[in-house]
Each structure stands twice: as structure tokens, then as C-alpha cells.
């Protein structure tokens, strides 16, 4: 059995490193792929390091960066990988557009397509991910969902492939990698208020982005900020003439870092899918920055609330497995 | 208003050839792009001639022949077509490669998507076409659908696409051009029966494609069996060794001589699509090669059935419209 596991995008670089540990560790063959989506070396490699994971075995570069022309660059490259690796199954994370484009490949060149984070739904038609997770759930083999109400929405779809709970890998990815996260600054507050944006929905108006710093800011009263700025979020703010200088504004950060100062944080205010996840992996509060979220199971638990609605109310459960979601993955493709 | 339709494959040539002259008769404007999926210009362009209407705009030319790559060839080759007629609306049909390429194109560019031939399933996952219509549908902005059970399949999906029954344009093409339908042999009989084949789960195995041929020979009980043959499908007869003997084999025909043909004809045995409904559009039985289909509205009116099933009880309804979809989409768009 080999598996060809395609990755392209910043939150798609843990999981892969998880599941690749997984692979390495109970003796299966794995071979990793990236698209070259998210091409910043500082912001996508350096994570396989900081985990201590061998880096993907092929990177593919020159991608154009408009998605309509990325997804046939990407299935083109993909075809000269398949010819010389011959995998059983390939393998992909979420809902990009290299997410799709490798679900496309694989369905159109009739190899067996693994979805791992198969199911979440939003029905937010500005979201191009809505897109891709639609249409890469269609075309797979194995829909392996993180949650119950993923499972569930799997079920009522009346897809091709088979669905299974295994639990999220974001957690595994806790798991595993816990004593390795370490936050050491730039903050001054014992436990700051987390900020993070970047989805285009967020950013495509002024108006938008400009009321969301404002509600964060007055949510806060008076508790520090720290809001590690993605390269795409501080573009619009410069353009859009936004002053943030009431924010604690600094450098993205690794993910080895990002989850230290998850641990210390207050609270965390984002437009981050992953993120939110994440804040309830570590028990923070978490308001998101959406109108909508993939993730309902954190707002009926209330440990995540979106901006301007009730209250939280937390209660302790955890709709997300128990952290063992590789291990499942891959006994149930044996 | 400008509309870009793509086409690609065979069936699509008459309904763009009827939807282009709705759209000059009625003052919109149209350009219209041919990927050269099916690239054989015999069986491909002069249909357009034959109908009295000019050839594409655009034919794109070097496509590879699997899909795998197709699909970010249209892509790429569509970029600079969109870039130089900047439409309102990308406009598709059917579920072929080259929709699902101009589909992808429409939604990652953010153009206005159309799709004509909306809402068909059949759940058959060993047809490409499937998945090509399911996700098409998905990246829809609007899904004009030929039958009112089409339209309940979209209802049914939660989509974000608005869905209209506008009839079927295959019935706007039999209307329009029914003057211009002539088959003029080779034949002997007065009322033959015409056998057509060519989908891949009908050609993959030696035994599927034997044990149909045999079929439809002992229904004939004698009678003669017409059978323009599809390119693909007589490669894989001569590769199978399989003897054609027993039928009347021709070329394939054009399809001003096929809706000729059919009107004379006895009764039509197919696996395509199409030609069920063109049988039904003259009135014609048809036993459907297939072990399902996407016209279960014909199987209820006893124009169609599935090989080996029961027989035939004719009901005189139509659930196709009135022949006059492509104007219903146009005023829809307005």
C-alpha cells in the first residue's frame, strides 16, 4: 500500500506532518506532495523542521497564482509524480485549491481518493472553500470526517465514497507535538488577547475588516492584543489606510509558537477555521470572526461564539476524538 | 448581456447550434468556444453547416486526450478567450470534461455560471459523468433543468444556484430544424432497428459489450439492426474479436441523417443519453442499454425501459417543455 498524500496550504502542513509521523511510525509507505499553493518557504517548510519531519518529498514551483489557472498546473505536475510513484491512494487535507485539484486528478486518472477533514459544510457561497469541499467530497473513496455532524452531513448527501468518524488530526497533532510549543514573545501581558485574520471575505471591503478591528478592540477593554498579521491582511490594511496601531502587531508566527502562546492566551478572536479548533484543543475562548462557522459543535459546547452574538457557555466534552485519528485512518485502509 | 458558451464534445453541438440561433434571433449577444474535446472534424463542425449556423468562434487545438489534463487545458486556453471577450456568463451543457473545465474556469475567475441540462443523476459511479454534473451543478449560478424531476434533484441539494424548469432544449433543436432532418441510407428494410453504443462501462469489458450485442439481436427477431458505429466502439469490437456480422454496420451518421433515421425508424436500442430522448422526441420506443438512467421520466411513460425489463406501455405526455427552453433561459437572464 502507498499512499500519495498532495498538501499545498499553511494549516494543511501540520496535519501532513502528523499523519506522516503516523505513516513512518506503524511501518507504512507514505510519499508527500506540495503543490507549491502557499510558496513562502518561511511560512510553509520551516514547519516540517520546528516538528521534526523530513520535508515533502517533491515541491512543485512556478504555479500561477490565480486559482482558475493553478488547478490544471497542479494536475499537470501531479501526473509525472503519479507515473513515477504509482501510488494506491492519494491523499489529501481540507478544502484548497489544491485540494481539489488533487481530487481531481485522482478521480479523472481513476486512483482511489483519501478526504481526510471530509463533511464541514458552511453554505457560504463567498467562501471558495465551500466550493472546493463540496466537489472534492464527490469525488472521494474514503470521506474521513473529524466529527459526528461531519459523518452526519456525509450520510444525507448520498456520496460514492464510504464515511467514517476517525476524530480530527488536528488533535492528534496536539497530541503529539505538546511538549515541543513554545511562545517567547514579543508580549508584555500575562495572558493577551490572540488576533488573527486572512480570509478573503474578511478582507474584500474596508467596511467589513475596518468594523471587525473595531468590535475586537472594544471587546477587549483594555487587554493587550497581540495580532500576528498575515502578508495578505497587512497588504489590504495598508491599502484600505486602516490604522492598527491600538493592536499589539507582529510577524505570523510558526506553528510551534502559535500554539505556546495558544496555551498562555486569554482568549482567541479569529476568522481562522483551523484556529478555532485549536483554541478548544488548548480550552480557550474562542469569538469568531464569521458569520458562520464549519465548526457548531464548539458553539454548542460555547466554548466559541460568533462575534456579536450571546455569551459563552462552556461545557467540557469533546466532539473532536481522542486524538488518534491517523491510527484509524489507516487500520481502516488495511 | 454577453453570454460565452463552451462546448466540447458531440451532443453539445446541436443545442449550442438552437441556443445560438434563440440568441441571434432574439438580439443577444453570444460567442462561442469549442475545446476540442471531440476533435474529429467530420463528426464534430459540420453539424453547424448542416444546421445553417456559423462554426464556434474559438476552437482550441493540442488538447490532450485524458481528461486528467483536459481539464487544466480548457482552463488555461479558456483564461485568454474570457480575457479578450470579458462575458457576463459562461453558459454550459451536459456533463462532459469540458464542462466540468468551464465550470472550474467560471467559479475560481468569478463569472457568472450557467448550466443548461441541470439536475440529472443517475448514481452510477463508474460514469465520469456523474461526477462532472454533480460538481458542474455545485459551482452553478444558475441550473436550468430539462425535466421537472431534474429540477427536484437540485431542490433537493441545497445548492446555491437559483433552478428553473425550462423544458429541454434537445426538443427546441427537434422544433426548430425538424425541416431539415433527411436519412438517406444505407438501409433496406422500411422501418429498421437502430442500435447506437458508446459509453466506456459499456466498452471496458468484453462480456458486457457481447452480451448486449446478443441482446439486441434476438429482440430484433429478424428484423434488420442498423448500427453507425462509434469510432471508440469499433476499436474495442476488433480488439474483443467480436463479429458484427449479424448487423447492418454503417459510419456514424451526422445528425440531420440520425433524426432522419429515427423518424423512420422501428425502434431505437442505445446507451446514450441523448438519443433516448431524441427517440421519444419522434415518438419512437427505445430500450435503454444500460442498467439505469437519467430519463426515469420516460421509463414512467413507457416510451423507454431498461434492457431485460418489462415492456413497453406508451403514455402520450411530455415532460420535456414545449420546445421553447432556450427562449425561457434568455428571458431568465435579463
Known amino acids: 500500500m502507498k499512499i500519495l498524500t498532495v498538501i499545498g496550504a499553511r494549516p494543511q502542513f501540520v496535519k501532513s506532518a502528523v499523519f506522516s509521523k503516523c505513516c513512518f511510525d506503524t511501518g507504512r509507505d507514505e510519499v508527500v506532495v506540495h503543490t507549491g499553493q502557499h510558496y513562502d518557504a518561511d511560512m510553509s517548510l520551516k514547519i516540517f523542521e520546528d516538528l521534526g519531519c523530513p520535508p515533502p518529498k517533491y515541491i512543485f ?45 485522482a478521480n479523472k486518472s ?48 448520498n456520496l460514492k465514497g464510504d464515511a467514517f468518524n476517525v476524530g480530527d488530526v488536528m488533535l ?6 505538546d511538549s515541543s510549543f513554545r511562545y517567547d514573545g514579543p508580549y508584555s501581558d500575562s495572558d493577551p488577547i490572540v488576533l488573527t485574520l486572512h480570509r478573503s471575505e474578511t478582507l474584500k471591503r474596508r467596511e467589513r475588516l475596518a468594523e471587525l478591528l473595531d468590535y475586537v478592540f472594544e471587546e477587549a477593554k483594555g487587554r493587550q492584543i497581540l495580532f500576528p498579521i498575515h502578508p495578505n491582511t497587512k497588504k489590504h490594511c495598508v491599502k484600505y489606510e486602516i490604522d492598527l496601531s491600538r493592536f499589539e ?12 502562546l495558544l496555551k498562555l492566551c486569554h482568549s482567541v478572536y479569529t476568522d481562522s477555521g483551523g484556529m478555532q479548533k485549536e483554541a478548544f484543543f488548548h480550552r480557550k475562548p474562542c469569538i469568531t470572526l464569521r458569520n458562520e462557522t464549519e465548526w457548531g459543535e464548539l458553539i454548542d459546547l460555547g466554548w466559541n461564539r460568533l462575534w456579536k452574538e450571546k455569551y459563552l457557555t462552556k461545557v467540557d466534552d469533546n466532539p473532536y476524538g481522542d486524538g488518534f485519528a491517523c491510527n484509524k485512518i489507516l487500520d481502516i485502509l488495511d
Request: glycine letters at 6%; aromatic letters at 10%; a negative charge.
Open 110 to 157: 481513476g486512483i482511489s481518493l483519501l478526504h481526510i477533514e471530509a463533511g464541514l459544510r458552511s453554505r457560504n457561497w463567498d467562501m471558495p472553500e465551500e466550493y472546493n469541499r463540496l466537489c472534492t467530497d464527490i469525488l472521494s473513496d474514503y470521506l474521513f470526517c473529524p466529527t459526528e455532524s461531519a459523518f452526519k452531513n456525509i450520510q444525507s448527501e
Open 249 to 260: 502587531v507582529i510577524d505570523p508566527l510558526s506553528y510551534i509558537k502559535m500554539q505556546g
Open 61 to 105: 514551483d512556478g504555479l500561477s497564482r490565480s486559482p482558475q489557472l493553478m488547478i490544471g498546473e497542479i494536475m499537470r505536475d501531479l501526473e509525472e509524480v503519479v507515473n513515477s510513484e504509482k501510488p494506491d491512494f492519494i491523499n489529501i487535507f481540507g478544502d484548497t485549491t489544491s485540494t481539489l485539484a488533487a481530487a481531481l486528478y
Open 172 to 177: 492528534d497533532a496536539i497530541r503529539v507535538f
